[in-house]
């Protein structure tokens, strides 16, 4: 996930957490209804950065703690990209540069910096120690490609004992050196006991996916680069892996989700569809305006309807297809929290973004069920999210 860099008009913030004033919200001639949302934290801005994954896999476990009861929280997303960029330099060089490096990362990642490193709150680490107001991590990317490139090329014949250190120094430089102890209400933490605090059972959560290429109900690490820990995920049919969606929501949970948004109905307005680029089934009794344009032609105007459209039929076959061609692509992650409903009676799913509340919906997408069963990757989600059946098939106590 590293692309990125609707918004219910209706919905208010209250002490960080998003609640519907009305249960209809209108954008153009787009009218939904919220059916359930589940809590979540106030919408952050990655502004010009590729950690999205930081972002809403930090979002998700905020979410998560509203969910049992907890406090409100806001996480440092900056820890855990200063230490899984360090973590990612050191198996670059081990490999001889044989591998993926960059911003981008997973919800793996999240989970194994709170495993592993602890957390600290925004307030003790905020990543914002070069100079600008919001992220902005191109002199950064640059640098820390540049660097370790020329670790591997191995000048000296032989690496330095300190060329670690270096490294670690120009994250320290942009993002903050790590804390090693801070105070929260006057209790001193260190990121370890504080991450412990929260009260997590990080061992509660399951990362699922929906692909041919392996066998159903077995785990295998998806093939994309920005799985560079090799995480595993359980496979599921598509059927059973959206019963996994509908149940978490109806339960009460929220859901980690890795898409596919450089798709062309994955629009700025706060909405994303999945149209079907069909004329027989296009809108309009004169099927003439539209068999006498070229495909491009018919595309533009399709994606600049301000209404829904037919969409997609998705099925295991299309969807599998999708990712062997690379037209769906590991591009963005982000919070499913509730669902609406078009006034056609589609189903649409409400997602946190991270791109800020510049946008029609203040920071929400409405995301088709079309769209979602078409461009997901994979989630992540509590066990007890999943439907017993389903559990049982995957051997999940």
Known sequence: MKKIIFSLSLLILFSGVIFAQKDTTAVDSFKFSIVKQNKITSVKNQASSGTCWSFSGLGFFEAELLRMGKPEVDLSEMFVVHHSYSDKATQYVRMYGNANFGAGGAFYDVLYVLKNYGIVPESTMT??????????????????????????????????????????????????????????????????????????????YVSLTSFTHHPFYTKFAIEIPDNWRNDASYNLPLNELMQVFDNAIHKGYCIAWASDVSEKGFSRKGIAVNPEIKVENLPGTDQAKWLNISQKEMEEKIYKQNSPQPEIKVTQEIRQAGFDNYQTTDDHGMVIYGTAKDLNGTKYYLVKNSW??????????????????????????HKEAIPKEILKKLGIK
Do not use: C
């Open 127 to 204: 990543g914002l120690n070069y100079g600008e107001e919001k992220h902005k991590h191109g002199e950064l990317d640059a640098l820390t490609d540049a660097y370790v490139k020329v670790i591997v090329k191995n000048p000296n014949k032989k690496l330095s004992t300190v060329w670690k250190t270096g490294f670690d120094g120009i994250l320290n430089a942009y993002l903050g050196s790590l804390p090693t102890e801070f105070a929260v209400d006057g209790k001193k933490f260190t990121p370890q006991s504080y991450q412990q605090s929260l009260g997590l059972n990080l061992d509660d």
């Open 356 to 381: 800020g509340t510049d946008s029609k919906f203040k920071g929400i997408w409405y995301a088709s069920e079309s769209f979602v069963m078409d461009k997901t990757i994979d989630i992540l989600v």
